[in-house]
């Protein structure tokens, strides 16, 4: 069965491959609570600062870059361009990761899943999206249909992609993943080839079923979905059919020391 919550602390994150920052955020507000306030300010506080040690650093070290438009006497007033912001975000949202990280490790709430083989569902709107971007170099002029703009479809009608997660005991879930979450240039296809930990949030119930395409566009499933909210309030959801559902907020790759 796949571990859930492994309390072994000698398991270090080495290596990021998903972090939906925007979830992660909202969980740390949520998780601070009454604290929510000072906790904005803080951040608003630290951004500032970073913002302008940013400036400084690139300043008087690629002054001499003629597309960031000044030299190291401009100091803290030269506009870094986009060289500059994109330095100031990674910052902050390996901020955001390192918060998260240190909020999430003692947390039941949020379940750490292991162990698991994940797999886009046959004729799922995710096993199409993994093949999408290769279409643009087939000339199949005979299909009725734009394979080189089914991508851009897929991506603008879905935001988030379930696979099918199996643990070494053959039990399944599904894990939701943002299409938009993916760092360092993976994606979907890369998942299955890599040995992930993976942070999630039950968030409900469906059926393996319910994941084809066909399904999802036309609403035509016999199993009834169930919430997470309905979980927790003892709502009798028994069928061996149903899979528990996982937004998930991190997957990496950890290093047992």
Known sequence: MARTNDTDTQATMIKVVYFDEESASDYLDISAGGKSAATSENVKD???NLHGEVETRLAAKFS???FLGGSAEVGGGVDMSSAGQSILRKTLSNTILTDYLAEAGGDARVTQLRDLRVAAAKDSMAFTKMFTPYMVMLKMDDLP???ARMDDALTGAKGYYE???????GSKRVLRFNINAFRNNYGLTD?????????GILVGQTTEAALSMQAEITGGTDAPTVTAV?????VNAHNDDMLDVYDVMLAGVEHAG
């Open 46 to 48: 630290r951004t500032t």
């Open 163 to 169: 696979l099918l997660a199996t643990g070494p005991d």
């Open 230 to 234: 309905e979980l927790v309030d003892g």
């Open 64 to 66: 001499w870059l003629p």
């Open 145 to 147: 249909l734009d394979l």
């Open 191 to 199: 998942l299955g080839r890599m040995r992930l930990v993976f942070h």
